[in-house]
């Protein structure tokens, strides 16, 4: 049994990937500040309150628990918000990654799996995109994952840190039972905005660009099922904590859905009209996303099982349905 500390482990992504890795044997301690994470997420292991920016409250996990390894999920990820409040997302999102891996520093650790996004690439030329693609984010947030993908290969290269920088296209879906799943507030993904459309609650949903150069107009995403995600970091981890070295991997399927096409999808699964509204674009929305995943198939034995549409709807649904207490 390996002991990881999960920074970050009480939200979304986090606490689906301390599900799996506690179904396979291994223990995850949870560190977060509860900031967006959720206590009653936390349920394979025990829970740390702290910040990654206190090397003090860092240093006291790593003392009372001694992991093997660290997976880091705890960043600021709302795009929007990054423009708004850039001295927030560098400090959370490289300062607290700098204070983490001196307290892994002091506890001689090295193993580390950081969620990267593939935000890192901006407006990538050549789709679906290899991790050869050139990285211009576009955004702050963009730019605070890239800049910690420099600073760890960086340091990986002196020190001897091994890490795995996994850059997610669009994380969703649920755990299939309903227990576990995305909880953002305010919400500003397109999966649970149009199921809340489709639950009417709160009105109809914004559909922000159709006049995009793409199939139907509409921005074209890679989604990828969490638990599909979750399974990926487990592999990731095993390369981590079996050699030196580091590596940048997209984690996608390579297929995309357009935004008419989920909404559609929504509407299958739920059996419920999604109102709508079509919007002006958001600001920074590249037209379309898609990861090649050669390298993730062929170095992490990855295999996306749980990623189609509907099924990713479906377990959202479910989740959402049992959150909001509809039958
Ligand atoms: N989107 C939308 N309405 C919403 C939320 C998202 O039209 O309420 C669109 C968004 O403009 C993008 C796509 O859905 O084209 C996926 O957005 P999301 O925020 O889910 O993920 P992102 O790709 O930005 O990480």
């Known amino acids: 049994m390996a002991k990881i500390l999960i920074v970050g482990g009480a939200g979304y992504i986090g606490s689906h990937v301390c599900r799996a890795l506690a179904a396979r044997g291994d223990l995850p301690i949870v560190f977060d500040n509860l900031s967006s994470g959720h206590e009653h997420a936390v349920k394979w292991g025990p829970l740390v309150r702290g910040d990654i920016r206190s090397f003090a409250e860092l240093e006291r996990a790593f003392s009372e628990h001694r992991p093997d ?52 690439y901006g407006e990538p030329e050549i789709v679906p995109i290899t991790e050869k693609e050139k990285c211009e984010p576009v955004s702050v947030y963009g730019r605070t994952k890239r800049a910690v993908e420099i ?20 994380a969703a879906g649920a755990s299939p039972d309903g227990d576990i799943g995305e909880e953002h507030d305010p919400e500003t993904h397109l999966i649970p905005n149009a199921l809340k459309a489709a639950a009417g609650l709160g009105g109809g949903m914004k559909l922000f660009g159709a006049d995009y150069a793409t199939r139907d107009g509409t921005c074209v995403r890679d989604y990828i099922h969490v638990l599909d995600l979750a399974t990926a970091h487990l592999a990731a981890l095993d390369r981590v904590m079996a050699g030196p070295g580091g590596f940048f991997c997209n984690i996608g399927t390579g297929n995309g859905a357009s935004v008419l096409e989920v909404l559609s999808a929504v509407e299958r699964v739920t059996g419920r009209p999604v109102p709508f509204e079509k919007h002006a674009r958001r600001e920074g929305d590249a037209p379309e996303l898609l990861a090649d995943i050669s390298y993730a198939r062929s170095w992490l034995g990855f295999s996306p099982q749980f990623s189609d549409i509907e099924t990713i709807i479906d377990d959202a649904w479910r989740f959402h349905k049992k959150a909001w207490g509809i039958s």
């Open 69 to 120: 390894a660290v997976m880091h999920f705890a960043a600021n990820i709302e795009v929007g918000e990054g423009q708004i409040y850039p001295r927030a997302f560098w400090d959370n999102n490289v300062g607290g990654v700098i204070t983490l891996l001196n307290a892994m520093e002091r506890a001689d650790i090295k193993p580390l799996v950081f969620s990267s996004t593939c935000a890192v």
């Open 151 to 170: 600073m760890l290969s960086d340091i990986a290269a002196r020190d001897g840190v091994r890490f795995a920088a996994l850059r997610y296209f669009n």
